[in-house]
């Protein structure tokens, strides 16, 4: 059989990572950024607004890499038990599950006798492969993996954390919140179109949608805090 001299760039291998990877930078972003908004909207001085800056970006890096971990294991420990499920049917009753695979086939557009004889083949080279793959949904590119998502997210969280704790030690004093929510949207934004373009969505699309929920994020926690530090 010949080679195909027609490659492709898909990029569902991708998806686990990617995934991670930007919940955790954009969630560092908005969530630290926020945070020290809503601080020195509360008119706290520059102490008060670092301390926060740096118990924002170690706190959230942690919180990140145990919820990923937590909630991507728990997705891993189910996709395990559906496939053991799955080898303790081939065993029971293998024609079931042949026609069972054929009918998912015909589904899709074969028609029976080439669905049947395709189920065979793939169940004669991996049976629990094929189930895994079109019954239950379950490949390689996008299975459970909840120790890359873990540092995956807590990495991103710290490095998106820092974006705005660097603009805090850097603005003056009394451009300190417009200039830290100006360069927290142009990081987010930027965050945005980079994950639209890695994954081959629309950039402009993704860089706004970002860049809006980011913005509402830092206006609220900024009227909180606002309206916190006129009542003290």
Partial sequence: MPRSTHPELHRTERIGWLR????????????TASLMVGVAAASAG???LLLTGVAGLVAGAMSMAAGEYVSVSSQSDTEQADLVRERAELVASPESEHRELASIYVTRGLTPELATQVAQQLMAHDAV?????????ISAAVSARP???????AATFAAGAALPLLTAVLAPAAQLVPLLAGTSLVFLTALGALAARAGGAPVLKAALRVAFW????????AGVGRLFGAVV
């Fill in 147 to 153: 120790v890359q998502a873990a540092l995956t997210s």
């Fill in 129 to 137: 492969g094929a189930h895994a793959r079109d019954e239950l949904g």
């Fill in 20 to 31: 991670a990877a930007v919940l955790g930078a954009n969630d560092g972003i908005v969530s």
């Fill in 46 to 48: 520059s102490g008060a």
């Fill in 214 to 221: 980011g913005a509402l994020a830092m206006g609220i926690t």
